[in-house]
């Protein structure tokens, strides 16, 4: 399958400091294809790369077999982009924000965009807010319109920075919707996010960064099967005693502390449910292991600012 987005040895200095240290990758076309990282990995610096407004240090990166820096004008008009917080304008109705958009293309304004509006509207499930002011809109809304807006020249790639932050559960599961229906119409989706169900229900492939570097690359199954055991028990209220009891009595697991929590990791709980169930006062659950078990594992467990 052919690579919409390739990069070699890709690299981008701050001074002293690296943002970007040297990744490769292959962006294949039709898929949704994930950057997960902790704040800092280097994730929107490579997006703003890909997109030509942020200039490598060094390395090859290239976008529709375009090279970039020389052909980033041409690049971007085959780009719909969904940033990270939604600037809409709010004096303006639903239809004129998309008409506007248009305009940034060279779209001219007759009856056939006129129709892609109308049809991006009933996409996003706006039809109806089609001639009210976005600030009347509420946040599920404004983000379904900017993903709309984001489709307006008909895109090859779209690329979703944190599409779904700070929404409630039933208006982030609208956008998941939409986004597989993009994907299921050859779209090629490039996304980032801090929600591990949100990669793990909608990436093909992704890769998982920190400190500038790529540290893995697969299908979130493959990744999962590569990094961690099958099944995880976790313990919550768990004080020195009962850690230390816990350690002593359960074998075979990778077990991890954090404050009062414990995790362990196994291939095969049975010995350690049993164990568990006939200890007073513990509260446990029993679940399969998550893209989120692999992203700590690799990236750890600290607080990044």
Known sequence: MSAIVSARQLQKHYGDYIAVNGIDFDIPRGKCFGFLGPNGAGKTTTLRMILGLTPFSSGQLSVF????????????ARIGTVPQAD??????????NLRMYARYFGLKLNQALEQRI??????????????ARTDTLSGGMQRRL???????NN?????????????????????????????????TLLLTTHYMEEAERLCDELVIMDHGKILDQGSPA??????????????????????NTIRNNI???RI???????????????????????????TFTHRPASLEDVFLKLTGRELRD
């Open 118 to 131: 109308d049809s991006l509207l009933e996409f996003a499930a706006l039809s109806e807010r089609r001639d």
């Open 155 to 187: 895109p090859d790639l779209i690329i979703l920075d944190e599409p779904t932050t700070g929404l409630d559960p039933q208006a982030r599961h609208v956008i998941w919707s939409r986004l597989n229906e993009l994907r299921d119409e050859g779209k």
């Open 256 to 282: 991890e502390h954090l404050g009062n929590s414990l995790y362990c990791y196994t291939q095969d709980s049975g010995p350690q449910l049993e164990f568990l169930r006939n200890q007073h006062g513990l």
């Open 251 to 253: 074998s075979s697991c």
């Open 222 to 243: 493959e990744l999962i099967k590569r990094h961690v055991e099958p099944e995880v028990i976790e313990l919550r209220g768990c004080d020195t005693e009962t850690v």
């Open 87 to 96: 600037n809409l304008d709010p004096d303006f109705t639903l239809a004129e």
């Open 146 to 152: 900017t993903i709309a807006r984001a489709l307006i």
């Open 65 to 76: 077999d375009l090279a970039i820096p020389a052909h980033s004008r041409d690049i971007r």
